[in-house]
């Protein structure tokens, strides 16, 4: 991450003035929360019982609160704490004296220069991380490899179903691309962290554990599909393990990702949200407006781009003035590291690392991932762009095989019981598909349900 010349610039103290009768000092936490509340004084925030049955503080808020009375307390002067910016979420800090409204402390002096920032981004290369110092057990391993298997064999034959026309619309394979989702899966609280990801995400919703029948189910448009066969291969959703979908709109996600962040922070859980994309949504403004929320907000977020080398037909090194994806988090002051994708170690070390150290800290991050799919970009596509040999050379660095070999070598299991597991996966993916297709389209009236209407509105006959 950023040198130690980032972290002065975010600090900011509880040291400016204050007056114990009046008012709070300067970047005091939540004082205007603190005043609604009908709380206007340090001496009254000291008589208060429970902070947190105060209305609109809440559990993070009232320990917020705390540490930062307790900090005050403990340095008399009021002198040089210091701890990160506080956030807009903490009110306006002001003491009571100070003009309400859009006040700024930028200076406007300008330093000599030039100014000189050193900047490092920590990176996570392929076959660097055993599965021992990340705290896999050896069926843990197993289960990692089952995962990805389970993802390339649904999606083989989910473009076989397409060609059969059982699946209609749009299908985009994330092939290629699964020790990114099983990596990132397994560096998280399934079922209390979310996720939320673009259209190529069936890979997520099953290494998140939704079932190749919902799944497919989905795909056929059947009302056993995840989304009740109404959202199709765009949109699988499964609120119960926080998978939040599923998004068609090239970065349109961000910025919920960004909500959903803020809602485990407003909520005082300790939860955190991936926020998954693809290179071509960084060229969207809402993945700049979804950063700097979460900066300003310090929201519990990591932003993980999951570079697979081209949006539709453009390859990432023509479409970028600074192809190094990675660095573009650093303009909001974010830690910022690149990943191999091509190894399900080193994404879950990384995803661990931004949501340990970053993230579950109220520290936003951005991660790259650098990936490849390996099929065009929809089933329509036939992928003529690239160059020759292109798809031959980095299939020989394919995350599957990469783990097979770990697991032979390190005598966790042998060839054959790999290709069990492989079959009992393919197995899977075809009760699926007959379960597809034996399951019923959803009943004509379903189409209103779940989408908002307004009985009353004014503009139609
Ligand atoms: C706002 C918007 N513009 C254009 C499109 C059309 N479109 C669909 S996918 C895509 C490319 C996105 O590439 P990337 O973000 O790299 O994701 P990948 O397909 O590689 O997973 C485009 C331009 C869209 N869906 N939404
Ligand atoms: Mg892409």
Known sequence: MADDSLASESASGLNGSSDEGTGFPEDFPHTARLKQAGVTT????????SLEDLKGIGPTYAKEIAEALERYDADESGGT????RSSPLSGDGAAEDEPEGPWTQQSIEIPEGPIEETVSFDTYPAGQFSHDELGFSDD????LLRSMLLQRRFENRCRQMY??????????????QEAVSTGSVSAVDLGDDSIITAYRDHGMGLAMGMTPEECMGELFGKSTGCSKGKGGSMHFFDAEKRMMGGHAIVGAHLPLGAGIAFAHKYRGEDNVCLCFFGD?????????EACNLAGIYELPIVFICENNQYAMGTAVDRAFSKPDLFKHGYNFDFPCSLASGMDVFSVNKAVRDHVENYA?????????????RYQGHSITDPAEYRAANELDQRKSEDAIARLQQYIVDRGIATDSDID??????EQKVVDAIDAADAAPFPDEEAIYDDVYTQEDYPFIA
């Not at 704490?81 to 990160?84: A, Y």
């Not at 843990?140 to 289960?143: I, L, M, Q």
């Not at 060609?163 to 290629?176: E, P, T």
């Not at 071509?280 to 700049?288: I, L, T, V």
């Open 42 to 49: 340090l001496d009254g925030l000291r008589d208060v019982d």
């Open 81 to 84: 704490t210091t701890e990160k």
């Open 140 to 143: 843990e391993v197993v289960d």
């Open 163 to 176: 060609q059969r026309q059982k699946i209609s619309g749009f299908l985009h394979l994330y092939i290629g």
């Open 280 to 288: 071509g949504a960084m060229h969207q403004g809402a993945f700049r």
């Open 360 to 372: 579950r800290k109220g520290q936003p991050s951005m991660l790259e991932v650098r990936t490849y």
């Open 420 to 425: 069990a597991i492989d079959e009992e996966a």
